[in-house]
C-alpha cells in the first residue's frame, strides 16, 4: 500500500498567463489575428483621436452666436441656445414647468413598481396605469379644472417624441393582445379578419400610413369630423405598432403548454377568464423582453412623423440647422440628435437584456 | 380484500352515466360504445395499454373532448353543447392530471383559491380558509406561500390534487396522477389519494398503479383499443380475469 | 358646410407653407407670419371678428391638396399657383390672387451666369409636386438644354442643397427666391436671374361644392384689395366706417346696407378685416415690400389704377 | 354522427351554445368590419363626388411633364405617370436589393467578428453594433446626406481618379460603356465562359466523388471567364466606347453618375441593418454546440471546411427567419428615401404624381400594394428556403 | 482474465508518447508531469474521479487542447503547432464523445463520408462502400438515410463510431461515450467497442464501465489532480491496487 504524493501546483509558463498570455491568446495568436489586431489598431486611431479632437478638445461650449465658434471643433453653443426648444418644441416658456411636474411624475410614480417590496404591487400598478394620463393630459394639454390650454400644434421637441412613443406603447399593448388572442382563435373568421389587420400593417411602410393619417383621413370621414392631427398620427402609429406586439405576443401565447389550458378549463374558468388570470399573465411575463424591443423600435419610428410635419425632437433640430443664423451646424445638430437617441434606446435595450437574463433565471428556479 | 372494498352506501345513486358514447378523431375511432355507470362513492380504476382511449374517456366526462354519439350525464347533468351546463359540471368534477398542471406564476395558495373566487365568487378569505385546510390535509400546509417551481413532484401533485378538492368536487377525476413522479414521490401521492377514498369521493382513476387498484378501488375496468374490455372487482379482476386480452395486459404489467 | 363646421369648431384651419418669409413662417416664438397667414387671419375676422382664431397646418408643397381636398384644411393659402387642372380635376376652386408671380432662377454670382439660357447642364434644385416642377421641364426643353432635377419636399432643403452646391441653380417662383435667398448664410452672394418663365397667380383656394364658403374666402382676399383702393388703413377703418360719407366705403363697411349679410357675415366683417390685419397694401408692404426684409417692388401686385394687375370688383 | 341532445333545448340555451356563439360572434365581427368598410368607403364616394375630385386610374396613361434624376428606363418628361410608377419601383428595387446585399455582407462580417478569437476586434464590432441599431435610420440618412456628404467639393474640385472616376457634392461620376463593333462577339465570349464555368463545376465535382481528386476550378474559372473575353477582344476589337465624364459648365457630365441620395440611403439603411443581421447571425454561430467543431477537428476536417461543411449549414436554419424579418424592415425603410428626395416609390408616386394629379386614394393603394407586394415575395422566398434546408427530427 | 487480456502482438511499436506533458487552464494546473507509452493494439482505460484531467489528456492527444510542456508523439509524428502535422495526426486518431456530436443537418450516410471525402479525397463511392461497411460493423446500416435526430441514443453513439472508424484510424479514443445514455443502451455501444478492441485497435478510452475496463483493457490508469496516480493490468488494478486513492475510488465506484 503506497500513498501519492501529489507534485505541488506549478505557476503557468510566463507566455501563457497574465498581460502577456492574455495578448497572445486575445491579440496575437496567430498571424492572421495579429495582422487583424494591427488593421483594428489603426481603425481606432484613425477614429477616436479625431473624433475626441472634434467633440471636446476643439469644441466651442459658451457663446451664444455662431459668431462664437471657432468652427475647429464642434460647436456646441448651438445646441445649448437652441436647447429648450428641443426639449419642448413651441410649448410656451411660461408653462414648461407642466411639462417638467408631468416628467417628474412619471418617474417618480414608476418607481414603486420596479422595487422589490411594494405593497399592493399590482393594484398599485394598475392605478398608476389609469391615473397617470389623465393626470399627464391635464397639465399638458389643459383646457379643464383650470388649466389653460395648450394645444398639440404647440407640442413638439424630445417631449412630444417621448409622449408619441408613450402613448403608442400604451395603446398598441392592449390591441396587440387582443390581436395574438385572435389570431390563435379557433373561430376561422376571428382569425383571417386579424391575420389581414396584422399582416397589412406589417408590410406597409409606417410613413405611408402617417402620409394617409395626416392629409387622407378625413377624406374617409363624415364632412366635419375632426381629428387632431397628433392624435390621428398616434393611432396609427398604435395601429403599427400593435401589429407588431400581437406577434411578439403569440410566441408568449406558444410557449405556455396545453395543460395550462386545459387545468383552467377544467377549474370551469370560461375563456376570458383564463385568458386573465391564467394564461396572459404567464405569456405576457415571457414576452417582455420582446415587448421592450418593440419599443425601442417604436421609439426610433417616433422620428418618422417628421414627414408629416410634426415637430418632433429629430424635426426640431432639423429646423434649426436650416435656421440662417446657425448654418452648417449639421453635423452638431444630427450628433446631438443621435446621441439622446442612443442614450434612450441602449437604456431600454440593456433594460431587456437585463430583463432576459432575470427570466432565463426564474425558468431555472 | 380490506374494508375499503365495501359497497358505497348509497349505491343506487347516479353520479355518472355513459351509454354507448363514441368518439373520433377526424377519421380515428378512439371510443366505440363506451357504456359505463358509476355510482356515489364508487371508487373506479381505468387501466388498459397506451392509446386504449383512457385519457379520452374521463376528458369526455368534463368536456375537455367532445364526444360525439351517445350520452353523457354527469350527477344529473347531461353534458350538452349549453356553456351553462358544461360551466356547472367543470365546477363539480376536479381533475388532476400527469402533469400537475399548476400554474407557476401563482403560489400555492392562489392556485387554490383561483377557482373558488372566480367562479364560485366565494369571497378571499373563506377561499383561503377552505384552501389552507385542504393543503393540510394532503399535508403541506407549510408551502402555501411557496411557487409551484419551487416544489418537488410529489409537492406539486399534491397541490394539485388539493386545487381541485377546493372546488368541493363531487367526482374526482385522476389521469395518471404518479407516472411523470420520481418513484420515490409516487407513495405520498397515493397515500393522499387512499386518504380520500377513505373519506368516499367518488373517484374516477387511471392508473397503472396496481396496489393502489387493489387497495381502494370498488371496479377495474380495462380498456383496450377504445372498448371497455372488462370490468370486475379487483379480487376478481386480479386473479381471474376472464378476457385473454386482459391477461396478457395484466401479465406485461405485474412484474 | 364649411361654414358652420368652421362656426361650431370656433377657428379656421389654414393650410400654409412650411417655412417661407414673407408668405408663412414660424418666427423664433413659433407665431406664424406672412401673406398668406394674413389671409388666413383675415377670413376668421371676418367669420369670427377676431383674427386670431386660425389654426395652422403647415403642409409641403405635396401634401396641400390632399389636405384641402380631404377636409384637414378649411382654406389652402400656401403660395399656389393658379392652374386649369388644379381648378377643374383636382376639386379646388382658386378664389383670388393675393400675389402675381413668375418662376425664375436664383444661383450663385460665382458660377457667374447672367441668364437663365446659360443654364445647360446645370443641376437644378426644385420643390417637388409644384407647377416650378413643370415649368423648369418646359423651359428648357423650348430652349433645348439639358438638365438634371434634384427635388425636395421643403423649400429648406432645397435653400440647404443650393447653399452646399448640391445643385447650381435654385428655381421657383421669383418671390419665393427672395425669400429663399434671405434664408442663406450670405444673401449677397446670390442673384435672382432676370428670366421669369412663367405666369404663376398665387392665390388661396377652397374645397369645390361649396360656394358659400368660397364666397366668403374670395371677398375677404377683395375686401383688402377694396380698403386699399378706397384709403382705408387699418388705423382709419373704424373712424371712417362711423364717419364716411363715400357710399363706396360705407357698404364695403357695413354703414350701409346689408351685403355681410349676403355672405353670411356679420355686419363689420371688412372693418374687422382691415382693422385687424390691414388692407392689401399693408399688408403686402409689412411682409415683403419696403418695411419686410424682402424688400420686394409692388410690380404687377400694385393696384391696377397704379399701374398694376390687383383689382377687386366692387361692392355693391 | 352528431348527437342529437335528449334535453329539449331551452330557447335561453341555444345562446349558451359555444358554437352558435362562434358563428355569432363571426357574423357580428364580420358585419363589424364589412360595415366600417362600407362606411369609409361610403364616405370617401361622396367626398370625392361633393368636391369634383377626379376618380379611377386613367390618370396613369397622362403626361406626367417633369423631370426625374434618377431612372433605370428610359424616361423623358412627356412619359406618362404609368412609366413614373415604373421608374419609382425600380428605384425603390434598387435600394432594397442593394441594401439587401451590402446589409448581408457587412452583417455577416460583423457577426463573425464578435465572435472573433482577437478580443479588439470582437470588442470594435459590439460598438459598432450597439451604435448604430440604436439611432433611428432616418436620423442616419440625414446624417449621411447633410453631414457627411454635403460638404464635399463641388464638380471642379472633384476629387478624381485616373481622370475616369470623379467624387463631388454630386455624386460619383464614372465612365459609361457604349455598344462598340466588338460587343456582340465580347458578349458571346463571356455567355460561353459562364456556362463553362457551371459545366467545370459540375464535372469537377462529379470526377470528386468519382475519384477524389481536386480540380482547380476557381483559378481556371478565372481563366475562362477572363480569358475567353479577352480572346474576344484581341479577334474583334473592343467591345465598349467609354464615355468619360467630362468637366462642362456646371457638371461633369457623361459617364454613369451615383447620385448622393442614392449613396446617403443605401449607407444608412445597409449600414442600419447592418447591425441587426450582425447580431443574427452571431447568435445563428452560436447555436451550434462546440461540440460540433471539437467534432470536425478531430476528424482532420482543416478550420475553412468546418465552417462551410459543418457550421454554417446548421447556423443558417437559426440565421433565416430573424434575417427575414430585417430584410423586410429594409424594404420598408426603403421609403425614407423620400425625405432626402431620392426619387424612389414613396416620393415619386405617393408624393410628386398624387400632388400633380390629385388623386390620393388611388395612388395610395398602389403604393401600399407594391409594398405589401415586396413584403410577401421576401417572405415566401424566405420561407421556401427555410423549408429547405429545415433539420430532420423525430 | 480472458484472451482478451494478452498483450498485444507487436507490443514494441509505439503508437502513443508522452513525455512530461503539462498543461495549464489559464493559471489552473490541470495536467502535471503526464508519462505515457502506448503500443500499438494497446487498450488503455483512463479512469478517475471528476475534474482529475483524463478528458483533457486524451484531448490533448488530437489537439483539441494544446498542451504547454513537454512532448507527444503520435505515431512517430510529434504534435506541434504544424497545422500539417496536426492534420495528419487528427486524420489517424478517430475521437468518439461523450455527446456524440454527429452532424444533424447530415443523413447518417453522409455523417459518415464527410471526412473520408473531404480529408482523405476519396471518391464518393468508395467513401459510401466503406461507410456502409463499418455501418454493418456497428449494427446499423438500415438507418443509413436518416438523420442523427431520428435515432436513438445508443443508435447515435453506434453511428459517432462508425464515423471516427471511416477514417480508418490507427488509434481511437473515447471519452465517456456510454455516460449520456439510458442503461439500456450502454450495453449496445459497449458491445460495439469490445468488438472493435477485438479485432485489435488501439484503444484509449475514458470510461467508468468497470466491466468494460475488466473485459477488455490491457491496463488501467487512474488519475487524480492532473497526475497519473496508478497503472495497473485490470486484475491487479481490481483487485489489488496498490494507492490508496485508487483504492478509495474503487470503493466508491464498484456498487
Ligand atoms: N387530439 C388528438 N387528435 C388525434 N388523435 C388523438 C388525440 N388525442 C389522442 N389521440 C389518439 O387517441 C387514442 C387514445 O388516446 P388516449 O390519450 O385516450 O389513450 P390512453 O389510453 O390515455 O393512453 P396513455 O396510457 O398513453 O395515456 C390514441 O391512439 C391517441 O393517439
Ligand atoms: N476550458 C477550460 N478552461 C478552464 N478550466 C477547464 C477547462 N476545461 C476543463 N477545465 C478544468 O480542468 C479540470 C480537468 O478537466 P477534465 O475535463 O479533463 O476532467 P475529467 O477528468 O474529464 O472530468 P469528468 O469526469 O468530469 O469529465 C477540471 O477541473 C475542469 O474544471
Ligand atoms: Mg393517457
Ligand atoms: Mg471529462
Known amino acids: 500500500m503506497t500513498t501519492h504524493i501529489f507534485k505541488p501546483d506549478l505557476p503557468a509558463p510566463s507566455r501563457n498567463v497574465g498581460v502577456v498570455g492574455w495578448m497572445r491568446s486575445n491579440l496575437f495568436s496567430s498571424w492572421f489575428n495579429t ?194 392631427k397628433l392624435m390621428r398620427a398616434m393611432v396609427m402609429i398604435i395601429f403599427f405598432e400593435a401589429a407588431y406586439i400581437a406577434e411578439v405576443v403569440r410566441g408568449g401565447l406558444q410557449a405556455i403548454p396545453k395543460g395550462q389550458y386545459e387545468a383552467a378549463a377544467a377549474m370551469g374558468l370560461g375563456y376570458w377568464r383564463s385568458m386573465m388570470l391564467v394564461i396572459l399573465p404567464q405569456a405576457l411575463k415571457l414576452v417582455i423582453p420582446g415587448i421592450v424591443n418593440t419599443f425601442i423600435a417604436l421609439f426610433k419610428d417616433t422620428s418618422l412623423v417628421i414627414i408629416i410635419g410634426l415637430f418632433d425632437f429629430l424635426n426640431s433640430i432639423k429646423r434649426a440647422t436650416a435656421d440662417p443664423a446657425w448654418l452648417g451646424m449639421s453635423t452638431e445638430g444630427y450628433v446631438f440628435a443621435a446621441f439622446v437617441y442612443w442614450i434612450f434606446c441602449f437604456g431600454m435595450s440593456r433594460y431587456s437584456m437585463h430583463l432576459e437574463h432575470k427570466l432565463d433565471r426564474g425558468h431555472k428556479r | 380484500m380490506n374494508d375499503m372494498n365495501k359497497q358505497p352506501a348509497s349505491a343506487d345513486q347516479l353520479m355518472i352515466q ?238 | ?207 369645390q361644392g361649396d360656394e358659400e364658403w368660397f364666397d366668403i374666402v374670395r371677398w375677404s382676399l377683395f375686401a383688402m384689395v377694396n380698403a386699399e383702393e378706397l384709403g382705408l388703413t387699418s388705423a382709419n377703418v373704424e373712424e371712417m366706417a362711423k364717419t364716411t360719407k363715400n357710399p363706396d366705403v360705407a357698404r364695403l363697411l357695413g354703414a350701409e346696407g346689408e351685403y355681410g349679410k349676403d355672405l353670411k357675415l356679420p355686419k363689420d366683417w371688412a372693418v374687422q378685416i382691415v382693422k385687424q390685419v390691414g388692407n392689401y397694401g399693408e399688408v403686402f408692404d409689412r411682409n415683403v415690400g419696403a418695411g419686410s426684409e424682402l424688400k420686394i417692388e409692388r410690380g404687377l401686385n400694385a393696384l391696377w389704377n397704379n399701374g398694376g394687375l390687383q383689382y377687386a370688383p366692387p361692392v355693391r | 354522427m352528431r348527437t342529437t341532445s335528449k334535453a329539449a333545448p331551452s330557447a335561453g340555451s341555444y345562446m349558451r351554445d359555444p358554437k352558435v356563439r362562434a358563428w355569432l360572434f363571426q357574423i357580428i365581427a364580420v358585419a363589424a368590419v364589412v360595415g366600417i368598410g362600407w362606411y369609409l368607403f361610403h364616405n370617401t364616394q361622396t ?75 470582437r470588442k470594435l464590432a459590439t460598438v459598432y453594433i450597439e451604435t448604430f441599431r440604436n439611432i433611428p435610420p432616418l436620423l442616419q440618412i440625414f446624417f449621411f446626406y447633410f453631414a457627411v456628404l454635403a460638404p464635399l467639393p463641388g464638380p471642379r474640385d472633384s476629387i478624381s481618379l485616373w481622370d475616369m472616376f470623379f467624387l463631388n457634392n454630386r455624386g460619383l461620376q464614372m465612365p459609361a460603356p457604349f455598344a462598340a463593333e466588338g460587343m456582340w462577339p465580347f458578349l458571346i465570349a463571356l455567355l460561353v465562359a459562364v456556362v463553362a464555368v457551371v459545366v467545370l463545376h459540375r464535372w469537377a465535382r462529379l470526377r470528386r466523388h468519382a475519384t477524389g481528386e481536386r480540380f482547380p476550378v476557381l483559378w481556371t474559372s478565372l481563366g475562362l471567364l477572363i480569358g475567353l473575353p479577352l480572346l474576344a477582344v484581341l479577334a474583334f476589337g473592343a467591345p465598349f466606347h467609354w464615355q468619360v465624364p467630362e468637366l462642362q459648365r456646371f457638371n461633369i457630365r457623361g459617364g454613369w453618375v451615383i447620385i448622393p441620395e442614392l449613396v446617403s440611403i443605401v449607407l444608412a439603411l445597409s449600414i442600419y441593418t447592418a447591425a441587426f443581421i450582425g447580431e443574427t447571425v452571431r447568435a445563428g454561430i452560436q447555436s451550434v454546440s462546440h461540440g460540433q467543431t471539437e467534432a470536425a477537428g478531430s476528424l482532420g476536417l482543416r478550420p475553412g471546411q468546418t465552417l462551410r461543411l459543418v457550421i454554417v449549414p446548421q447556423a443558417m436554419r437559426v440565421i433565416i427567419p430573424p434575417l427575414t424579418s430585417q430584410y423586410l424592415n429594409l424594404a420598408k425603410n426603403s421609403s425614407l428615401a423620400a425625405a432626402i428626395g431620392y426619387p424612389d416609390m414613396v416620393s415619386l408616386f405617393a408624393g410628386t404624381v398624387l400632388n400633380q394629379t390629385g388623386q390620393a386614394i388611388e395612388t395610395m393603394a398602389i403604393t401600399m400594394s407594391v409594398y405589401l407586394a415586396i413584403s410577401i415575395s421576401i417572405s415566401i422566398l424566405m420561407n421556401w428556403y427555410n423549408k429547405r434546408i429545415a433539420l430532420i427530427e423525430r
Request: aromatic letters at 10%; glycine letters at 8%.
Open chain 2, 18 to 255: 355513459m351509454e354507448g358514447v363514441h368518439k373520433w378523431y377526424g377519421q380515428f375511432h378512439v371510443l366505440k360504445d363506451i357504456n359505463l355507470n358509476v355510482t356515489q362513492g364508487e371508487r373506479i380504476v381505468l387501466c388498459g395499454p397506451s392509446g386504449s382511449g383512457k385519457s379520452t374517456t374521463i376528458r369526455c366526462l368534463n368536456r375537455l373532448e367532445e364526444h360525439q354519439q351517445g350520452r353523457i350525464v354527469v350527477d344529473g347533468h347531461e353534458l350538452t353543447n349549453d356553456l351553462k351546463q358544461i360551466e356547472t359540471i367543470r365546477s363539480e368534477v376536479g381533475m388532476v392530471f400527469q402533469h400537475f398542471n399548476l400554474f407557476p406564476h401563482l403560489t400555492v395558495l392562489q392556485n387554490c383559491t383561483l377557482a373558488p373566487m372566480w367562479v364560485r365568487k366565494m369571497p378571499k378569505r373563506q377561499a383561503e380558509e377552505i384552501a389552507m385546510q385542504y393543503l393540510e390535509r394532503v399535508r403541506i400546509p407549510e408551502q402555501a406561500n411557496k411557487y409551484p417551481g419551487q416544489l418537488s413532484g410529489g409537492q406539486q401533485q399534491r397541490v394539485a390534487i388539493a386545487r381541485a378538492l377546493c372546488m368541493k368536487p363531487k367526482i374526482m377525476l385522476f389521469d395518471e396522477p404518479t407516472s411523470a413522479l420520481d418513484p420515490e414521490m409516487v407513495k405520498e401521492v397515493l397515500d393522499t389519494m387512499i386518504g380520500l377514498a377513505q373519506d368516499g369521493m367518488t373517484m374516477l382513476c387511471v392508473t397503472h398503479e396496481m396496489g393502489f387498484a387493489r387497495t381502494v378501488a370498488n371496479r377495474v375496468i380495462f380498456m383496450d383499443k377504445g372498448e371497455i374490455v372488462e370490468q370486475a372487482a379487483p379480487e376478481k379482476f386480479f386473479t381471474n380475469p376472464e378476457n385473454e386480452r386482459t391477461q396478457l395486459f395484466l401479465s406485461q404489467i405485474l412484474h
Open chain 4, 47 to 121: 367626398n370625392l363626388a361633393n368636391r369634383g375630385i377626379t376618380s379611377g386610374f386613367g390618370f396613369l396613361n397622362n403626361s406626367a411633364g417633369f423631370g426625374i434624376p434618377q431612372h433605370l428606363i428610359d424616361y423623358t418628361e412627356s412619359d406618362s405617370y404609368g412609366r413614373v410608377f415604373w421608374v419609382g419601383l425600380l428605384n425603390t428595387l434598387l435600394v432594397s436589393i442593394v441594401g439587401i446585399v451590402l446589409a448581408t455582407i457587412l452583417g455577416f462580417i460583423l457577426g463573425i467578428a464578435r465572435l472573433s478569437p482577437n478580443w479588439l476586434i
Open chain 3, 1 to 207: 358646410a364649411t361654414l358652420d363646421a368652421v362656426k361650431k369648431k370656433g377657428f379656421v384651419q389654414c393650410g400654409i407653407s412650411d417655412g417661407l418669409p414673407g408668405f408663412s413662417y414660424a418666427d423664433a416664438k413659433g407665431e406664424y407670419k406672412g401673406i398668406d397667414v394674413d389671409v388666413c387671419r383675415a377670413v376668421a375676422a371676418a367669420v369670427f371678428g377676431d383674427a386670431s382664431k386660425v389654426k395652422y397646418s403647415a403642409l409641403t408643397a405635396k401634401e396641400r391638396f390632399t389636405a384641402l381636398q380631404s377636409g384637414e384644411v378649411d382654406v389652402l393659402s400656401r403660395n399656389t399657383t393658379w392652374t386649369s387642372s388644379r381648378d377643374a380635376a383636382m376639386g379646388l376652386n382658386f378664389t383670388g390672387v393675393t400675389y402675381y408671380d413668375g418662376q425664375g432662377f436664383l444661383v450663385n454670382k460665382k458660377v457667374g451666369v447672367s441668364s437663365a439660357k446659360e443654364l445647360d447642364g446645370a443641376t437644378v434644385c426644385i420643390q417637388a409636386g409644384t407647377t416650378t416642377e413643370l415649368n423648369l421641364s418646359d423651359y428648357f426643353r423650348a430652349n433645348n438644354l439639358q438638365y438634371t432635377p434634384i427635388t425636395y419636399d421643403t423649400s429648406d432643403e432645397s435653400a440647404k442643397s443650393l447653399e452646399s452646391g448640391r445643385c447650381d441653380v435654385l428655381t421657383s417662383d421669383q418671390s419665393q427666391l427672395y425669400a429663399q435667398r434671405i434664408k442663406l448664410a450670405s444673401p449677397d452672394d446670390y442673384v435672382v436671374l432676370p428670366e421669369v418663365i412663367s405666369k404663376e397667380p398665387l392665390g388661396p383656394s377652397t374645397r
Open chain 1, 35 to 228: 495582422l487583424m489586431t494591427l488593421a483594428g489598431l489603426y481603425l481606432v486611431w484613425l477614429i477616436i483621436p479625431p473624433l475626441l479632437n472634434w467633440a471636446f478638445i476643439q469644441a466651442d461650449w459658451t457663446g451664444d452666436a455662431r459668431s462664437d465658434c471657432s468652427r475647429e471643433g464642434a460647436c456646441w453653443v448651438f445646441i445649448q441656445s437652441r436647447f429648450a426648444q428641443f426639449m419642448y418644441g413651441f410649448y410656451p416658456a411660461d408653462l414648461r414647468w407642466r411639462v417638467d411636474l408631468a416628467a417628474v411624475l412619471a418617474v417618480v410614480g414608476a418607481v414603486p413598481l420596479f422595487l422589490k417590496k411594494t405593497p399592493h404591487k399590482a393594484r398599485f400598478g394598475i392605478g398608476y396605469l389609469i391615473a397617470y394620463p389623465l393626470i399627464a393630459y391635464w397639465l399638458l394639454h389643459g383646457g379643464f379644472l383650470g388649466m389653460q390650454t395648450v394645444s398639440t400644434s404647440q407640442w413638439g421637441g424630445l417631449m412630444l417624441t417621448i409622449i408619441i412613443a408613450a402613448v403608442g406603447i400604451a395603446g398598441a399593448l392592449p390591441l396587440g393582445i387582443l390581436l395574438a388572442l385572435g389570431r390563435r382563435s379557433e373561430m376561422p373568421a376571428i382569425r383571417v379578419i386579424c391575420v389581414t389587420f396584422i399582416e397589412f400593417w406589417r408590410g406597409v411602410p409606417l410613413i405611408t400610413v402617417l402620409f394617409m393619417s395626416s392629409v387622407m383621413l378625413p377624406l374617409f370621414l363624415p364632412e366635419g369630423m375632426n381629428l387632431d
